[in-house]
């Protein structure tokens, strides 16, 4: 059986704590992957506009056979929509073939140029250094008091943000146009990195963080990490099992991904890592230094990871 414990969020909704990550699957690929996740018994979906893939996201949970009252569907506001928060939802919904999303995160505290394709309306404009174009006239606390109108129209039941550290939820909050604390903040945290100092300052106001990367990324070192690995020995599960449930026993939002139907399972089991074990897996932070897998060297400056 997978995890299916709960958290609630400061609307009073259940967010399930074991979530599916989309990003980076073909759409045969992110297709099977959420059949197979909600058939294991995953209750929460997590894609994007910027993954690309909200098509087939939908319609999994459209064909899927789980009613969709048991389905916390997340996805998020790009860049370049900033401006737009009403109609790049309303695109999100049309993609995914979905009345409402339970969770609308903005993806990344920074508005992006839009300079539309054929293929793609909502393209960033690239600047000659090869960059994306950044919209000088707009910040992340004006894409809130936009967002904020959208739980009006019930398409969206639950609002947050995603990659915002503590001053930046700390600059959102203070704005007089703020009035609704995010729900949730979904931010890359694995062993080596984290935070936690964002997870406990999120705790203390009400928001629900999210750990998406929790195994690293792609050939991380974490996956063949000896410390991990003698961990996983011990429990006769693989080491990145031993990292999701690092981040279970931590209380928080998961966010493994994977295209495999076993591993889809493996990931989602919890089992009782003693405390000695966890404390080993904490400290290596200290010992390896911390490191961040995603940093978004395309939009660089801008006021995030501060």
Known sequence: MVLTKTFTLNTGAKIPQLALG?????????????????????RHIDTAALYKNEVPVGRAVRESGV?????????????TQHRYAKDALDASLEKLGL??????????????????????????????????????DWDFVKTWALMQDLLKSGKAKAIGVSNFSINNIEQLLAAETTTIIPAANQCECHPLLPQTELIEYC??????????CPMGAGNSSLLTNDTIKSIADKYGVSTGEVMLNWAFKR????????????????????FDLKEEDFNKISELSKTLGEFRLVKREDVYPFPIFQ
């Not at 009613?67 to 860049?79: A, D, G, Q």
């Not at 393209?123 to 000659?128: L, S």
């Not at 705790?203 to 998406?212: L, N, P, R, T, W």
């Open 22 to 42: 989309t990003w980076q699957a073909t759409d045969e690929e992110c297709y099977n992957s959420v059949i197979y996740a909600l058939k294991a018994g995953y």
């Open 67 to 79: 009613p969709r009252e048991e389905i916390f569907v997340t996805t998020k506001l790009y860049e």
């Open 99 to 136: 009345d409402y999303v339970d969770l609308y995160l903005m993806h990344w505290p920074v508005s992006q140029v839009a300079e539309p394709t054929k293929e793609d309306p909502w393209a960033a404009k690239v600047t000659e250094d090869g960059k994306k174009a950044l919209d000088p």
């Open 203 to 212: 705790k203390s106001k009400g928001i629900v963080f999210e750990a998406y």
């Open 251 to 270: 209380d928080y939002v998961v966010l493994p991904k994977s295209s495999n139907p076993s591993r889809i399972v493996k990931n989602g089991e919890a």
